[in-house]
C-alpha cells in the first residue's frame, strides 16, 4: 500500500530517516563511497522539508519512499529508496509508476538524478521512459547523471 507520509511528526520523519539510513549505506557501497551525501540528512532535515514524501507499507512496515517536489510542472524525483529487507520485491517500480500517474496532471515532465555508476537505478528509470540529458560532478566527487521523461501521461 502507498500512502502520503506526515514528515512534519516526528515519528513518521525517524521512520523515513531509517529506510533512507539503511538503503543508502548500500547505495554508497555500490558506489564505492563513504561520502555520501544524503547519509548527512538528519531526522530533523526530513522533519522540515517542505517536500512530499510518500511510503510503501509492507504490512505496517515502511519499506520505501518516494521524495517529490513540483516545481512548474516539472516532478522532481529527489530520494527513492528500498529498505534492504524489502529489495527485489518490485517496490521502487510501484513507487515510481504512482508518482508518475498521481502527478500527470501538475506535471508534463519528470526528473530524476543518481550516480552514474548506480547501474540496477538507471536500468529502472529507463523501464519508466527516462532518459540521460545531463551529467557531471559535483564537489563530493561523486560523478551524476540526470534523466528525463517528458509527457508523463
Given at each position: 500500500m502507498i500512502a502520503k507520509l506526515d514528515n512534519a511528526n516526528e515519528a513518521v520523519a525517524?521512520?523515513?530517516y531509517t529506510t533512507f539510513q539503511r538503503a543508502y549505506k548500500i547505495e554508497a557501497e555500490l558506489i564505492g563511497?563513504?561520502?555520501f551525501p544524503p547519509l548527512s540528512r538528519t531526522v530533523n532535515d526530513i522533519h522540515n522539508s517542505q517536500t512530499l514524501f510518500y511510503g510503501f507499507y509492507d504490512d505496517t512496515q515502511l519499506a520505501g519512499v518516494i521524495e517529490l517536489v513540483?516545481?512548474?510542472e516539472r516532478l522532481e524525483i529527489n530520494s527513492l529508496t528500498v529498505d534492504p529487507k524489502h529489495f527485489r520485491k518490485g517496490i521502487a517500480d510501484k513507487?515510481?509508476?504512482y508518482a508518475l500517474i498521481n502527478f500527470i496532471e501538475t506535471a508534463s515532465t519528470?526528473?530524476?538524478e543518481t550516480a552514474v555508476v548506480n547501474e540496477p537505478a538507471i536500468k529502472l528509470y529507463k523501464k519508466h521512459d527516462f532518459v540521460e540529458f545531463k551529467?557531471?560532478?559535483p564537489d563530493h566527487g561523486i560523478e551524476k547523471l540526470a534523466m528525463i521523461r517528458t509527457g508523463i501521461v
Open positions: 525517524k521512520q523515513i563511497t563513504q561520502n513540483i516545481i512548474n513507487l515510481i509508476r519528470a526528473i530524476v551529467r557531471w560532478t
